[in-house]
């Protein structure tokens, strides 16, 4: 029980340490710019489906619980579409705009900045013998 405890703590440790130093290192990371269009008309959409749904799950599936549930997931989805196709519209001009005022060299960062894809990090080491850990 006190090797688990001693193991348990030096990890612990170790990665206060190892976050630390990274954080030192290479600094805080901004979220990306996804889910700036989700706005309080989504939030209510989402939660309304929501209600929805369970109440839809309580009732045992009725056809006008599920009528209902179905028709609010119609709406939440058009809400959402419309929303991010507006954000979506709006951070191209936004792009567009440094291409007329400052050149070349700041539209084509924004531009590869919106190309690029999600890459995941990878949170694990890896011991002396080669193995891993998270």
């Known amino acids: 029980m006190n090797k688990t405890m001693d193991k348990k703590l030096w990890q612990r440790r170790c990665k206060t340490v190892i976050n630390s130093m990274a954080e030192e290192v290479l600094g805080l990371m901004?979220?990306?710019?996804?889910?700036?269009?989700?706005d309080a008309e989504c939030q209510v959409a989402t939660e309304n489906k929501n209600k929805a749904y369970r109440k839809?799950?309580?009732?045992?599936?009725?056809?006008?619980?599920?009528?209902?549930?179905?028709?609010?997931?119609?709406?939440e989805k058009a809400i959402h579409k419309r929303k991010k196709k507006e954000w979506k519209n709006q951070e191209l001009e936004n792009m567009e705009l440094p291409s007329k005022q400052y050149g070349c060299k700041k539209?084509?960062?924004?531009?590869?900045?919106?190309?690029?894809?999600f890459k995941p990090r990878v949170n694990i080491c890896r011991h002396e013998g080669g193995s891993l850990t998270f």
Do not use: C, V
């Open 30 to 38: 901004e979220p990306a710019h996804e889910g700036m269009w989700f």
């Open 56 to 75: 839809m799950q309580q009732g045992y599936g009725t056809r006008s619980l599920i009528e209902e549930y179905k028709e609010k997931r119609r709406k």
């Open 107 to 117: 539209f084509y960062k924004e531009i590869n900045m919106a190309r690029k894809q």
